[in-house]
């Protein structure tokens, strides 16, 4: 069903849209052949009837001309200003914002509470627009055409404010009926929303380092270092060697952290790893779990060329100078949150806004995912630790049926010792109980280090994954959390605009210059609420782009993310492959002996090293990346 539907939606597009014709007319036509609505529901249709449908559409019209409208400059730099005014507005009262009044279905709540709201919101917003004698000006925005897989159309987002016939009550409803469409359905709000794309001009992140296709980090050799004022504080630093950098420095963990706090400063929308931050570096086996914890950090870090061309992380990873560092790391915790958009750095100097049905559904179902995983992922953990514990039973259990023949062995040498008679067959008795003792023993200790490397590198891989769940989670949050502000606010004012449009027309919040044009279409609600309340509706669309914003950055963000956790499912295979094909080596090769002792032609295949350099980072034939370029204006 889904192949067919998507093959009538790109014949709709080559036949209708990519030829010219006016979709609004084309919908409007075939609505005439299947009482109204249902027409416009292409299930509705078979393959065979929309090819006649076209045929006759195109046989009756001609195609008509697309004209695109392009910003003024002037313009443009006005709406930058705005937005700059909006953004600083939205961080002065982000902690207010998220208590704002909740969403509910019951409608006179919603208008009581919206006093109250209004004061919060709005009042030190007006006044500043005011003092700094704020004008609006009108826009006419024609973003770039996009297609969706769920429509046929391309849908144009607009910020109008012009003249509208309030009479032609059906092309309005055509229009309607061309961008439900692609509305994106918000079950939670019981509303729809109008995709967006949209660019937004940024900071441009310039790479002071090249960036490697093949980086190579460890963390070892810690050292026990004596700290506070008496000395009775204790830490550890440990040796970071990066590769083919050639840096080497000493850091502990506080800088670790340090480190981990400056970068969710400075990327609000990127996922920072995680760290283990318990105190547990008693033992050298918890000291090795914390190297390997440590190291993952920073291979995490490689994954993104913004943080890892980020200065905080190249003087991490290279400055030597400990004072230095130090000065560094403080005037780290200065550093302030970046909130704006614009603020936010990357190397092409542009934030690429997606909201499309395709990103929200993705941003609502990873939320569903998150959850499984992050229970799942503390299963396996606990799963991985009874694994340790049968194969340590198992090993004891082997070692005991060894010890259990040395037992045979020594009472029957003690018997042969005693005797004079049989020998030879004694002697074959003996070698039999000794080969038994060898093999199981043998077998014993492969399974001691099968449990060794299951706490070395599977448990610790599950234990990791599981705590990146929260970072995944904390920018899902994020972007939750802006959605809900965007609605409650935009449900509040449509609330208050639908209150007032109910009142005589001289009660209208409208300014001056579009006073006539009210009066014009003082019948058509539609039009009358996008003068209505302009400073309001203006911060409603602020919140609309943020809300856009985190949602495509969410789809953005963990699609990066999960590449890179597949990367390292990979590595993790090659590296646990490579121990337990070292481990099975030694097992045929001690089985082997034994059966060629007692006699016997050797079964197992040799046993082969596999190739170094497939198991290994090898940086001999390194790349340097190209990095994503600032596009031309």
């Known amino acids: 069903m889904a192949d067919e539907k998507e093959k009538k939606q790109l014949y709709l597009r080559e036949q209708i849209m990519d030829k010219g014709y006016d979709a609004q007319q084309f919908l409007s036509y075939i609505s005439e052949y299947k009482n ?18 076209v045929q006759q559409f195109t046989n009756q019209f001609q195609p008509v001309c697309i004209t695109n409208v392009n910003y003024d400059e002037n313009q443009a730099q006005q709406e930058e200003e705005q937005q700059d005014e909006l953004e600083d507005y939205d961080i002065e009262l982000n902690n207010e914002i998220i208590h704002q009044p909740g969403n509910n279905n019951n409608n006179q709540q919603n208008n ?32 770039e055409n996009q297609e969706e897989a769920e429509g046929f159309e391309q849908i144009q987002i607009m910020e109008e404010n012009k003249d509208e016939n309030p009479n032609d009550q059906q092309a309005q409803q055509e229009k309607k009926k061309l961008q439900a469409f692609q509305l994106i359905k918000i079950p939670k709000f019981q509303t729809t929303e109008e995709p967006i794309q949209l660019d937004i001009k940024c900071e441009q992140h ?29 830490h550890y630093s440990f040796k970071i060697v990066t590769k083919p950098y050639n840096w080497e420095v000493r850091r502990k963990m506080k800088d670790f952290m340090g480190l981990r706090n400056v970068l969710l400063k400075l990327f609000p929308a990127k996922i920072i790893p995680p760290l283990d931050t318990e105190n547990t570096e008693q033992t050298q086996h918890q000291l ?23 200065e905080y992380v190249v003087n991490f990873l290279s ?4 004072q230095k560092f130090e000065k560094i790391m403080k005037h780290s915790e200065k550093e302030k949150e970046i909130q704006k958009i614009k603020d936010m750095a990357n190397f092409t100097g542009l934030q690429k806004i997606r909201l499309t049905n395709s990103t929200y559904t993705y941003k609502e179902e990873s939320q569903k995912y998150l959850n499984t995983a992050e229970n799942t992922y503390k299963k396996l953990q606990l799963l991985s630790k009874q694994l340790k514990k049968d194969f340590e039973g198992t090993a004891h259990t082997l070692s005991s049926i060894g010890i259990a023949y040395h037992e ?34 043998q077998w014993s200790k492969e399974m001691q280090q ?3 490397q299951i706490s070395d590198k599977m448990t610790h891989f599950f234990k990791f994954a599981h705590n990146e769940i929260s970072c995944f989670k904390e920018l899902h949050k994020k972007a939750n959390d802006v959605e809900n502000n965007y609605f409650k606010y935009k449900t509040s004012l449509n609330h208050k605009k639908e209150k007032a449009f109910k009142l005589d027309s001289s009660k209208w919040e409208i300014e001056k210059e579009d006073k006539e044009k009210a009066m014009k279409y003082k019948d058509n609600k539609e039009q009358i609420f996008k003068l ?102």
């Open 36 to 53: 109204g609505e249902s027409g416009l529901t292409i299930e509705n249709w078979t393959f065979e009837e929309l090819q006649n449908i």
């Open 112 to 143: 009581e509470e919206y006093d109250e709201y209004e004061q919060r919101f709005l009042k030190k917003f007006e006044k500043k627009l005011q003092d700094e004698g704020y004008e609006d000006e009108k826009q006419n925005q024609n973003e």
């Open 206 to 234: 310039v790479s002071t380092i090249p960036i490697y296709s093949k980086i190579k980090v460890v963390v070892r050799d810690p050292i026990k270092a004596s700290s506070g004022l008496l000395g009775f504080q204790t």
């Open 288 to 310: 090795n779990k914390r190297m390997k914890y440590l190291k993952s950090f920073i291979d995490d870090l490689k994954a993104s060329p913004e943080i890892w061309s980020n």
């Open 319 to 322: 400055l030597k100078d400990d």
């Open 408 to 441: 045979l062995f020594g009472a029957f040498n003690d018997f042969d010792s005693k005797t004079s008679e049989g020998k030879e067959s004694h002697s074959k008795l003996k070698d039999s109980y000794v080969s038994f003792n060898n093999i199981l023993m």
């Open 450 to 452: 099968f449990q060794s």
């Open 532 to 633: 209505m309340y302009k400073r309001d509706t203006k911060y409603e669309q602020y919140l609309r782009e943020q809300f856009a914003f985190w949602t495509s950055t969410v789809a953005s963000e963990f699609q990066r993310n999960f590449i890179k956790k597949s990367d390292d499912y990979a590595e993790f295979f090659k590296q646990f492959a490579k121990s337990q094909t070292n481990i099975i080596n030694e097992l045929l090769g001690t089985w082997g002996r034994i059966t060629q002792d007692l006699g016997f032609e050797n079964p197992f295949p040799i046993p082969r090293e596999l190739p170094p350099g497939r198991l290994s980072v090898n940086l001999d034939d390194n790349e340097i990346i190209d990095l994503p370029q600032k596009q031309q204006e």
